[in-house]
């Protein structure tokens, strides 16, 4: 790090990223991320004060990034509301196979904090399906969209889980069979037929 | 065995099941099944090759009963076809919930394999989305339910991903969770919304 460079947690999680993609999430260590700053391992512990906490927060970061996407499909107005939500499971969808696809070592990190029930994952979740409910509760105020059960949220959540084999991580390794871009559409077109008014 | 009993596949099958039941997935041999038996191992391996294959045929049957109990909601037609849809997920949820509850070590066989890409997943996976396909194409005939999409298979599968949470094994660890019948009942709603004529 230049010496005039101030290390905020912000560039400690960018060179973390860096970091995690160069040498393998199982093997990137703090002094690595420390090493690339040019700190010692004691100043990057003073903003993350352990390698989980530098995990989480960096994976929450990557995170945030298709979330800002998504956020942008769900305010433009413009769409009517069953193309926002077919817009935002398209780009959730291409978002989340691109992140399993190519950028494969922070991906890897998201899975341990799956297996962790880590609050971040705990989050994510409530962020996307806050997004849904969203979508549903304008359409349904536009009359453009009807629910199928009493409740947006419950709506919102049942959306959400109905199209999960393409967002779940879980699934990963399904993202690239043949086959899986039809199923998609018939998902989705499943989907939207549900909530027609 | 009893001298006069005939050593068939299908014996050798009920007693795998209650070798994994008592000794576990990962301890079972083939030993313990002739043991149990009362034969050498070799009369067993004479029925099955080898031990991953007698681990294929006891996991096909114990899905087979599965099938077997879902397949007569599909024959029942005294029901309409969206009942009988909301019946057969319905069972299949119970069915699956048991397996992975209350039969633990034929869960972990079954398991082992998912892991494996082995045929059995794929068959058992081939029959249940015939039997949504059954369902639906009488429903359209009947004009009871309409296709969101334009071909019965592809939208039987459609259903089937859609409902996945609740019967995919990678999810079983959510199946005790609190709100997961609310949620299941959600799933379940927005189908037959989406097949309504």
Redesign the interface.
């Not at 889980?161 to 084999?165: L, Q, S």
């Not at 077109?189 to 909530?195: D, K």
């Given at each position: 790090m230049a010496p005039t460079e101030t290390l905020t947690a912000e560039r400690i999680l960018a060179t973390t990223e860096d970091v995690l993609r160069r040498h393998g999430a199982a093997k990137a260590t703090v002094v690595d991320v420390a090493r690339a700053l040019g700190v010692s391992h004691a100043a990057v512990y003073r903003h993350f004060r352990t390698k989980a906490a530098l995990r989480e927060a960096v994976t929450e970061r990557w995170l945030d990034r298709t979330t800002a996407a998504l956020r942008r499909v769900v305010d433009d107005r413009s769409l009517p509301a069953d193309e926002r939500l077919r817009r935002w499971l398209t780009t959730l969808f291409a978002a989340k196979r691109e992140k399993a696809g190519a950028d494969p070592e922070l991906f890897a990190t998201y899975e341990v904090l799956l297996g962790e029930n880590s609050g971040v994952v705990e989050r994510h979740v409530a962020d996307l399906v806050g997004h849904l409910r969203l979508i549903l509760e304008e359409g349904v105020s536009r009359g453009e969209l009807a629910l199928?059960?009493a409740d947006a949220g419950?709506?919102a959540?049942?959306?959400f889980?109905?199209?999960?084999?393409f967002h779940d991580p879980?699934?990963a390794r399904e993202w690239s069979a043949p086959g899986i871009d039809?199923?998609f559409?018939?998902?989705v077109?499943?989907?939207?037929?549900?909530?027609r008014p």
């Open positions: 199928p059960v419950l709506a959540r049942a959306v889980d109905a199209t999960g084999r879980g699934y039809e199923a559409t018939a998902v077109e499943l989907t939207l037929a549900a909530l």
